[in-house]
């Protein structure tokens, strides 16, 4: 069975999509099915695992597979060991959807049971082919994060060393309490993990150290800087990468701590 994991914060530019196409590579390289779904809208993660444009996903994306309750017919296939759930801009038509029933394409299509459990319903299909489910959240507390939160058994709280980023802390540790309440997965949050962290600047340094003063028990010992070969992921993917060593490098350390947090 499947452990779903969430990658999230409603704070823009943390490294969400970055560490989910990461942790993807990196399960996958170590012989592990792995199943990425993209809930943003802004399709970054797709176009990072396909290389293509998200608009070549339009009418085959994680909209459609939840509007269709159908997830085989969606499936991108990236590489041996793992498949896509692709987004493209439309997503952002999925609380319209939600709320009238009304599809971008003026069709009527309804679901049955909780709008939150969208996801976490269709996933089900799926969740005895895969040993993990990654999942990308837009940076928004919108319909599609809380459907993210209400599938996963585990969340990933991104935290970018930024006084904003630290405001965001408390509400989207509410939100997971919530997707814990109204869900069936037990969702709790699985680490913390402090990134995009500036070596040169004191104010990131202070904001990594307090967020681990609040949750000593949370935090990834891994602290991810900012370098270039990881920016430059967007560039150039994963396949035929000359610096993809050197982007994975810090990511290494985390994906051990990870995986010993989420194991049985
Ligand atoms: N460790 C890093 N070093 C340098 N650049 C990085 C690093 N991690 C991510 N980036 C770059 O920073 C930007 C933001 O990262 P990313 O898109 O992964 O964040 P996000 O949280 O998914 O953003 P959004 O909230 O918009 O979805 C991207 O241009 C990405 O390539
Ligand atoms: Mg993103």
Known sequence: ????ITMGIQKGGCGKSTTTGILAHLMKENDYRVLVIDMDSQGNLTELLSGMSSNEFIGKSVLE???????????????????????????????????TSKTYSGDTISFSG??????????DQVRDEYDFILIDTPPSLSEQTTNALCASEFVV???????????????FMDSI?????IGKRKTEAIGILRTMNDVRRSDSKAFNEIIAEDFPNLVFETVITRKAPVGRLSLYGFKENKELKKALEQYLHFYEELMERVKD
């Open 1 to 4: 069975m499947a452990k779903t």
């Open 65 to 99: 597979a939840m509007q269709q309750n159908n997830v085989h017919d969606y499936l991108y296939k990236v590489e041996e060991n793992l498949d896509l759930l692709p987004a493209n801009n439309f997503l952002a038509t999925f609380a319209r959807w939600m709320y």
């Open 114 to 123: 909780s709008p939150t459990l969208i996801l976490d319903n269709l996933l």
């Open 177 to 181: 309490e919530s997707a814990f309440e």
């Open 157 to 171: 709280v991104m935290y970018e060393c930024s006084n904003w980023c630290y405001s965001a802390i408390p509400n």
